[in-house]
Every structure is written in C-alpha cells, then in structure tokens.
C-alpha cells in the first residue's frame, strides 16, 4: 500500500479548507466524514472516491496514532443497480468493514426509506455493525429489534473526553420519504437546541451535529453556537458536492462532501486551555492519488462477481456512444447533457405516435456518475436508473408549463437532483430574478423554427411518476385526464439503443452551443439559448 500523509494530500489538493494551523499531532481525536455514497466500488472508471480510498485514508491515521471515528450524512441503502437486487446490503457489508476499522456513525437519509415497507430496512438494520443515529426520528418498523437499534442522544469517549453527537433527517416537506414506518419531526432546530442542551446538562466536552438536511437548514443549527459555545461542527448529507462554511464565535462549522465519497472531510479535535473544542478541517478529493485498500478491494471484488453472476450480460455491448458523454452527477444536475437530451428524447415517444410535445427528467433520477463513452454497454443503462421510473402521459396548457418548470431553476443553480433534462422545448433562464419569475423564455418549435409557447394552447407531456405526484417540487396539474403509470424508462431506453446499433448508428449528440435547451443568462444584455 502506497503511504500517504494527509498533508501532503492536502497540499496536492486545489482547495484545502483548515480553520487553525495548527498541525496534526501523532495522538489525538479526527472524524472522517462521508455522505451520499451507493457503490461498493468507486465512480468515473474507479478513478474517483469509493470506500477502498476511504480506509487507506483511515488506516494512514491510524498508522500516526490518531482515534479515528467516520461520520456518514446518509443516503446509501438505495438507489443503485445492485440495490434492486440486495436492497442494499452489500452497502451494510461495506459500512461493516469500515466500522471494524474505525468505529461509524452513520444517520439515514431519505433514501434509506425509498421502500413503501419496512422489511428491507429492518434487514439492514439486523446486518448492520455500525451504528444508527436519529434524534428527529424513531423507527417504527413493527420489529422490536430493528426499532430498539437507533440510537438517540449519542455520545463517544476520547481519552476522558466526551463528545456528543445529535442527529436530523429530512423530513417529507424537505425532500425526505413519508413512511408511517419512520416518523420524522420537522423543527430540526428546536430540537437540535435542545440535544445541545442535554448534552451540555450531562456535561459533555464538544457536541457535534451530524445531519441530512438541506445546506440553508444547517446553516440556521449551525448558528445555535452563539449561545452555545462546545458546540462546534455540523456534517452533513443530501448535497452530493462540497459544502464548507467556516467557523466562528456566531456558528459552527458545517461541511459535506461529493457523493461517493469523492471528496470527504476529516475533521482533527482538540482542547483549548479552557476546555474549550477546537478544531481542523481539511477536505480530501479521493482520485488516483488515493491507493484502495487491497483489503477492501476482495470485498469490492466479492460483490462485482456476484453481480455479474446474477447479470452475465452486464458488460455486454449494446451501442456505440458518438461522444464522450459527462453523466457525473455534477453535469447532469446543473446543465444540459448529451445522455440526458437522448433519454428525455426517448420520452416523448413512450406513449406512441405522434410523440409527446414535452416532457423533462430531474437529473437526480440519472445516477450513473460517470461517463459514458465508446462503447455503451448494458451497466451503463443499469446504472443510469438506480430505481425504475414509469412515465405519465398528461396534458397542460403553455402558461401551467412554464410555472411547472419554474421548480427547476430555483437556488442558486449548484448541482441539484431536481434540476431538469428537457425535450421538446427550449428554456432560457435568469437567476438574478425572484424564484419562480426566472424563465425570460420558453419556446417550443413552430414550422420550423422556435416560438414562445402559447398560453392557452394545450400541450402533451411525459414525465417519470415521481415528477407527476410532485416529486422534486414540481406541481403538475391533477385535474385533468392523466395516462397510469406506464412504460419502464430504462428499458424504452436501452430499445432505442439498441435500434441505433441494429442501424448502425452511434448514440449522442453533442450539445449544441448555438442552440441551448436550457441557457443560463450570466448578463441580462446577452441573448437566450446562444453561447
Ligand atoms: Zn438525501
């Protein structure tokens, strides 16, 4: 195993984020944090993140003498391609042997409740070896020993000290799951001060939060450090790129890493001469630079030959890709992609001819990160759909359109799974305006040309069943005649591969940078949908 120390790690990185100077002592207290991971295996060809660089990095702290605790933010049990198998216990299996090596915490995320019962989860659950943390939720699966397992008020011990740890998922209001099976409380705050409370009546030395929520709601506990000085980080999940706000006297730092582990944190605690945590953070972008533990790469390995046990025809060819086309989830959750346009386009004619005049995808439904090129073989399509997406064929009007699509350009426009794919129309978008008063335009092809879309007129649209029950934020209208949910997406997908191939046609085409689906206006002055 190729050594590394973290700070020569740190100093090959672009962006190395630490609050003191002060250098890592061979003894002492460090947090590894991860969120938002669902592979065994790493992502981008095994060039990027993945567990296998988690441990080596562990192991070089714990080859200097550092305590080494990991904090995981959550989402992991679902969705993968290997979770519609084992419902995620090949994650349990890999978080296992992690939690041999250092001891993890881990809170769930929504996606860890994406099954409408419970039987999956109480199965991880009695798998798991690391431990479940939940101060906002219970577990109410009907197991006594699946809902005994979470763990409430959580406290660990380094040398005579005591850190406490509260815990928060997202409630259903804030992109989490609504299962009767898990009761979530939705005051994150209220009951983040009063965790900090207990914890400080039971007189713990640091307290710490450990979270999946959105970055605006940690942003608000964070600052329950006015008052409350011990008090000093937030790790979280749910974001699935780098969030990092610094320490100060008025809030706690709070950071998350990249999905998959690409990028993750470690966090150094120490105590001041009153007693006081004191801490150093530094974020790791796990590349090639990283080695994968060769130990874990025999549990990697385990789980890629029972895959392709299961699916022999994985690695088969089914395409040929025209393009070098970026699906990691940092394009396809912030702009237009040539893999995503080819999905979207394949919608429109899932309910037959003459195909649809819209439809849209969230990109957080396209979960393969990574790129597909050369090649397209039967994992790509596998894992571009980490869950099975049925479609909905409804109609709407121009004007309920564009309101419809005002959900997707609301933030600041990072990354976000409920950024959309679009077919069908052109969009051209301007965030310095209020949140949904974005859309400058929105134009569909009228004789051969664009047009603002028609107010009044009526328009066909396609859209995964996710979206049409308002998933993401998107409000589609219920009052009208509506299509069931209907034809798989992946495999109306992997048939007109496979109709390019019986062609001889490659599949993609590049975005086209004089002609945008979806143009973002950096000047007011500029014009729409042109580069
Ligand atoms: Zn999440």
């Known amino acids: 195993m190729k050594r590394i120390s973290i700070l020569s790690v740190c100093a090959l990185l672009a962006a190395c984020a630490a609050t003191s100077t002060s250098v890592r002592g061979p003894s002492g207290l460090t947090f590894v944090h991860l969120n ?20 080596t ?10 305590d080494v605790h990991i904090l995981h933010g959550g989402d992991f049990l679902y969705p993968s391609l290997e979770s519609q198998l084992w419902n995620g216990q090949q994650m349990v299996d890999a978080f296992n042997f992690m939690d041999a090596i250092a001891p993890m915490h881990v809170v769930a995320g929504n996606h860890e409740f994406d099954r409408r019962t419970p039987e999956h989860l109480i199965n991880a659950i009695a798998a798991s070896e ?8 219970r577990f109410n699966t009907g197991n006594p020993e699946a809902d005994a397992a979470l763990q409430k008020s959580f406290t660990v011990e380094h040398e005579g000290k005591t850190i406490g740890i509260f815990s928060l998922t997202a409630h259903a209001d804030h992109g989490g799951n609504d299962r009767d099976y898990v009761p979530i409380d939705s005051d994150y705050l209220s009951i983040a001060e009063k965790m900090i409370e207990h914890f400080e009546f039971t007189g713990v030395d640091a307290i710490i939060g450990l979270t999946h929520l959105y970055m605006s709601q940690d942003l608000e506990v964070a600052r329950l450090r006015a008052m409350h000085p011990t ?21 706690a730092a709070v950071m998350k890493g990249a999905s998959n582990a690409r990028v993750i944190w470690t966090i150094d605690m120490e105590f001041d001469v009153a007693g006081l945590p004191v801490i150093t953070t530094t974020n790791l972008s796990l ?64 309910f037959g001819e003459p195909a649809a005049d819209l439809a849209f995808i969230n990109g ?36 309920e359109f564009r309101q419809i699509m005002e959900a997707g350009y609301r933030g600041d426009g990072g990354t976000q799974g409920y950024f959309p794919q679009v077919s069908g129309f052109r969009v051209c978008v301007d965030r ?90 950096r000047e007011s002055k500029q014009p729409c949908f042109i580069d």
């Open 36 to 55: 938002d991971t669902y592979r065994v295996g790493a992502v981008e060809d095994g060039n990027a993140g993945g567990f296998g660089r988690v441990v």
């Open 231 to 251: 008090f000093v980080f937030v790790v979280g999940g749910h974001d699935h790129e780098p969030e990092f706000s610094q320490l100060s006297d008025d809030s």
């Open 130 to 137: 690391f431990d479940w943390l939940g101060d906002n939720y």
């Open 432 to 521: 310095s305006r209020n949140e949904g008063d974005r859309i400058v335009s929105l134009q569909v092809p009228t004789d051969g040309d664009w047009q603002e879309i028609e107010s009044v007129q009526q328009y066909s649209l396609v859209v995964p069943d996710f979206l049409f029950g308002g998933g993401d934020g998107y409000q589609i209208p219920k009052d009208r005649p509506a299509s069931l949910p209907a034809s798989e997406l992946k495999y109306l997908v992997l048939d007109a591969v496979l109709a390019a191939q019986a062609q001889g046609l490659e599949v993609g085409v590049a975005v086209d940078s004089q002609n945008r689906r979806f143009h973002e206006l």
């Open 287 to 350: 590349d090639t630079t990283v080695l994968v533990d060769p130990d874990y790469r025999v549990l990697e390995n385990k789980w890629r030959d029972q895959l392709l046990e299961r699916f022999p025809f994985l690695e088969a060819r089914v395409g040929t890709a025209a393009l070098a086309m970026d699906v990691r989830e940092a394009a396809v959750r912030s702009v237009e992609s040539s893999w995503g346009n080819f999905i979207v386009d394949q919608m429109r004619k899932a």
């Open 57 to 66: 990095v562990i192991r070089e702290l714990q080859a200097i003498g550092r």
């Open 364 to 399: 957080g439904t396209l979960r393969i990160d990574d790129t597909i090129e050369n090649d397209i073989r039967f994992e790509d399509i596998g894992r571009t759909f980490g869950f099975s997406s049925f479609l909905r064929h409804t109609t709407v009007s121009g004007a």
